[in-house]
């Protein structure tokens, strides 16, 4: 893969590096980072690289690190701070004001058989309503089939925070082509494991006894920290096995 | 009984008995009393028509002036306070779940001196489906709005309603920085980018 081009705020898109489809009839996308300007001008609001996607006609800024924004539609893990009379009151990310997440949002629940989450629980959410003028607001069930998709207490386990950008590579449909993240493929042959990834930075492992919960998260968060390469993770995956 | 040329509120001005109590003034213990700080002027009731019987002319009125009448001469001045189903123009501050709080600015035809602080329910944004109404779908901070007071309220909040064609939001800002116009009664268009945002939009005529 090329070297995609580094890019500031401000800076003018060299022209070669906006992808040229060979369908010309789908509309380029603007992904994160990008803001166009009418009628014709494309300007990075963010620091980072500059990726392509010629197969989507996608361009975005790929920056690593910062606050998570809230942004309708994402997976994330909130814990449950207190309840009020109709919604939980949760926390998204640390410092910023608590998400809603409503009672009744979630699947097979009515108003007589209300979820029991006292606070510190851990729920797996999709975020329905964010913008900079309100509170976000979340919920764990898919408003039009009435299903959980998934969502829900995460019981038991451990939370563990990474990278805004860690998380992403997780949450891939394929991390180890993709991301390069093959650490966890390493550790599945040996521990088997069960893992949640928040797109806030935050992941949820859960694995038989804290050491083994434990050496998970401490493969992930190493690979976060010192941004591993594919060596690299083969040999902290062989070194945190050999410890348990 | 004369009455002093400046009151200050709880003053009593005159007995209720020769006297009705105009703007600024309350009945207390017979007395006709300040409710507020300014000049006492007393002026002659306008008399209706009657049908023919004979009745002693009704009794003048004292009423003390708020300052923003003072520029006018005229002791017959609208009040500027908001009273119930009286249409006021008014700009969005805050926006919650539960409630759009705003700054009144105009009474009918009246700019307020100081604004006074209204709050749109989620239930009185529309007539029609008022469960399935979402206060950002309706109003965004920075809106004015056109509205009906529905209640005098308590200590800090008018009660507002936008439940009618001609109420809602009258001027809006995209989130590009333009002023947009209306298409519809649930969406404004941003002429520069093209983009449309849906408010809750008052009947333009």
Known sequence: ?244 | MAYPSIAIPGQPLGLSSQYASGPGTHVQNAHICASILGPVVEYAQDTKASSGKTRDSPPPVLSVQRSAQLVSNDAALTNVLPEVDAVVLARVTRINPRQATVAILVVGETVCSDEFQGLIRVQDVRATEKDKVKIFSSFRPGDIVRAQVISLGDQSNYYLSTAGNHLGVVMATSDGGNTMYPISWKEFKDPVTGVTESRKVAKPF
């Open chain 1, 1 to 244: 893969m090329a070297l995609s081009p580094l890019v500031l705020p401000g800076d003018p898109i060299p022209p070669g590096a906006l992808p040229t489809s060979s369908n010309p009839s789908i509309p380029l996308k603007l992904g994160p980072g990008l803001r166009h300007i009418p009628p014709d001008r494309i300007v990075p609001v963010v620091a980072g690289e500059l990726c392509i996607d010629h197969k989507k006609n996608a361009v975005w800024v790929e920056t690593n690190g910062g606050r998570y924004i809230p942004t309708a539609g994402d997976l994330i893990l909130a814990t449950v701070h207190h309840s009020t009379s109709d919604s939980f009151s949760c926390s998204i990310s640390p410092h910023t004001p608590f998400a809603s997440l409503p009672h009744l949002a979630f699947a097979g629940v009515t108003r007589k058989t209300r979820p029991q989450l006292n606070p510190g629980s851990l729920v797996y959410a999709r975020i329905a309503l964010a913008n900079k003028h309100m509170d976000p607001e979340i919920e764990c069930v898919n408003p039009a089939t009435g299903k959980s998709d998934g969502m829900g207490e995460l019981k038991g386990g451990m939370l563990f925070d990474v990278s805004l950008g860690m998380s992403r590579r997780l949450m891939m449909p394929n991390p180890s082509a993709q991301g390069s993240m093959v650490i966890l493929d390493e550790i599945a042959e040996k521990v088997p494991f069960e893992m949640a990834v928040g797109r806030n930075g935050r992941v949820w492992v859960d694995a038989e006894g804290v050491a083994k919960t434990l050496v998970v998260g401490r493969a992930i968060q190493e690979t976060d920290e010192g941004n591993l390469g594919v060596d690299e993770q083969r040999k902290v995956a062989k070194r945190l096995l050999r410890d348990l």
